[in-house]
């Protein structure tokens, strides 16, 4: 996991140059980078570390702030969640004022609440709660102009539904399962069956396979007490 939060798979060899560099707080730089961003999001990669570079690059030099791309970045590393991406993006952005260039307001002072919102929604594992906000009129704008360009958003976003079961439960009722996931009837059976899962037609329970998280195992502790120290023990008990 760590090896692939460093440096994933599919990072190219010369974005992989530059982050690793000190080429990564030169301000030429800035483009190759959005480019990249621009790529993950259409091609459903992710590369935190890249993301963080542009986002310092905002820090260092105001006059680069682009909204759109600290938008596009937060909603990458929302589908990272439980993992701490979505606060070191949060971390790095500027409260100071960005220089009036832009073309049209700042989007981002009225979004950042909302994916704030759902970040914590997602960390607190509400689910059904997650979808209904984001499904709903008030983000409406977030949906339309953000999150339709994300390739494989909605997806990603029940991969973090689905580490969470996997880690939780070793059954669970389909309709449980699809108000995590926001599908139902064929659209769910297909998705659990994607993932290799079992589903009793009889009742609906969704069988989820063994992992290390799912299975409860006693352990046994064994003290090898010798003994000269439990000699030790008594004669300051007594001198007590």
């Given at each position: 996991?760590?090896?692939?939060?460093?440096?994933?798979?599919?990072?190219?060899?010369?974005?992989?140059?530059?982050?690793?560099?000190?080429?990564?707080?030169?301000?030429?730089?800035?483009?190759?980078?959005?480019?990249?961003?621009?790529?993950?999001?259409?091609?459903?990669?992710?590369?935190?570390?890249?993301?963080?570079?542009?986002?310092?690059?905002?820090?260092?030099?105001?006059?680069?702030?682009?909204?759109?791309?600290?938008?596009?970045?937060?909603?990458?590393?929302?589908?990272?969640?439980?993992?701490?991406?979505?606060?070191?993006?949060?971390?790095?952005?500027?409260?100071?004022?960005?220089?009036?260039?832009?073309?049209?307001?700042?989007?981002?002072?009225?979004?950042?609440?909302?994916?704030?919102?759902?970040?914590?929604?997602?960390?607190?594992?509400?689910?059904?709660?997650?979808?209904a906000t984001f499904q709903s009129e008030e983000f409406e704008n977030l949906r339309d102009n953000y999150t339709?360009?994300?390739?494989?958003?909605?997806?990603?976003?029940?991969?973090?539904?689905?580490?969470?079961?996997?880690?939780?439960?070793?059954?669970?009722?389909?309709?449980?399962?699809?108000?995590?996931?926001?599908?139902?009837?064929?659209?769910?059976?297909?998705?659990?069956?994607?993932?290799?899962?079992?589903?009793?037609?009889?009742?609906?329970?969704?069988?989820?396979?063994?992992?290390?998280?799912?299975?409860?195992?006693?352990?046994?502790?064994?003290?090898?007490?010798?003994?000269?120290?439990?000699?030790?023990?008594?004669?300051?008990?007594?001198?007590?």
């Amino acid at each position: 996991m760590a090896a692939t939060w460093i440096k994933p798979s599919t990072r190219p060899e010369p974005i992989e140059d530059l982050v690793s560099g000190v080429d990564r707080y030169n301000p030429s730089n800035v483009s190759i980078l959005e480019d990249y961003l621009y790529h993950q999001i259409r091609s459903e990669e992710y590369d935190l570390l890249a993301n963080l570079a542009i986002l310092k690059l905002y820090q260092f030099n105001p006059d680069l702030y682009n909204p759109d791309v600290v938008i596009n970045i937060l909603i990458k590393a929302l589908a990272a969640s439980p993992l701490p991406d979505f606060n070191l993006c949060i971390s790095l952005l500027d409260e100071r004022t960005h220089p009036s260039t832009l073309d049209e307001p700042d989007p981002l002072p009225s979004t950042l609440p909302q994916l704030k919102t759902l970040q914590s929604l997602l960390f607190r594992c509400r689910f059904p709660a997650f979808w209904a906000t984001f499904q709903s009129e008030e983000f409406e704008n977030l949906r339309d102009n953000y999150t339709v360009e994300v390739a494989g958003f909605e997806n990603a976003i029940r991969q973090v539904a689905i580490r969470a079961v996997k880690a939780t439960f070793t059954h669970i009722t389909s309709e449980r399962l699809g108000s995590y996931l926001n599908l139902s009837g064929n659209d769910l059976t297909s998705y659990v069956k994607g993932l290799g899962w079992t589903i009793d037609s009889s009742n609906g329970t969704i069988t989820v396979p063994p992992n290390p998280d799912n299975q409860i195992e006693a352990t046994v502790v064994q003290e090898a007490i010798k003994l000269p120290q439990l000699s030790k023990v008594i004669s300051h008990a007594v001198k007590a």
